[in-house]
């Protein structure tokens, strides 16, 4: 089974409008963190946000903030404020404290940023 | 900010050669990792190691491979005997902390290309 989600191979947005990026996850450990990582065109992968499992409050970092379900095991991330330069690929990854501790990462969802 | 630095960017290789891909992870993490990302595809947990030893591995990290830390900062794989398969984008990350692992995010490098011919 698919241990982290994401529906959307790629999303459209305008320049300077908001855009939500889906990630759904699946874990029976009760601790675990979840992270979002940005791959622009050129390769390399850039950490974003992240949230813990027991954390009350939906991160934030700049223009990025994270839309944490527990219940509904999803982990949305917002862009608001949309730039050209957000165009690329974002990839949702897990963690757990138990078990693999490495990160599971998702298929990615290529947004691209219309001016 | 400090940085993981992976060298070569792009390394090319005959198949059946060895190959040896190299890492300098942030000097204060404990943590570190092999991922590798085949075109187009999801990226894929190699190999983690802790206190100069492998603490994890993947189905794909099998005897061909190997990791080392031969100083105290150069961080490498091997890939023995390389096949067309192991063409993909090979990524160091590193991250702080052993202990609640699960908010370590973990720092990636810009990944060496590797293009078996």
């Known amino acids: 089974a698919q241990k982290i989600t994401q529906t959307q191979p790629g999303m459209f947005v305008q320049e300077k409008e908001a855009v939500t990026l889906d990630c759904t996850y699946d874990t029976s450990d009760p601790s675990y963190g979840l992270f979002w990582y940005k791959q622009p065109s050129s390769g390399e992968m850039i950490f974003l946000i992240y949230?813990?499992?027991?954390?009350?409050q939906n991160a934030t970092e700049g223009r990025y903030s994270l839309n944490f379900q527990k219940a509904r095991k999803s982990a949305n991330l917002v862009i608001s404020a949309s730039q050209l330069g957000d165009s690329a690929m974002y990839f949702c990854?897990?963690?757990?404290?138990?078990?693999?501790?490495?990160?599971?990462f998702g298929s990615g969802t290529r947004l691209q940023v219309q001016p | 900010e400090p940085e993981v630095t992976q060298t070569p960017s792009h390394q090319v290789t005959q198949m059946g050669q060895e190959v040896i891909l190299r890492c300098v992870p942030i000097s204060n993490h404990l943590y570190f990792y092999w991922y590798r990302q085949i075109l187009g595809q999801k990226v894929e947990f190699l190999v983690s190691?802790?206190?100069?030893?492998?603490?994890?591995k993947s189905e794909i990290f099998d005897d061909q491979f190997s990791v080392e830390r031969p100083d105290g900062s150069n961080f490498t794989l091997k890939i023995r005997s390389t096949k067309l398969e192991d063409s993909a984008m090979y990524f160091c990350?590193?991250?702080?902390?052993?202990?609640?692992?699960?908010?370590?995010?973990?720092?990636f490098g810009d990944g060496t290309r590797l293009s078996i011919l």
């Open positions: 990854a897990m963690r757990e404290d138990t078990g693999r501790r490495a990160l599971t």
């Open positions: 990350a590193s991250s702080e902390s052993v202990f609640r692992a699960s908010n370590q995010p973990q720092h």
């Open positions: 949230q813990g499992s027991y954390d009350q």
């Open positions: 190691f802790y206190n100069n030893e492998i603490s994890e």
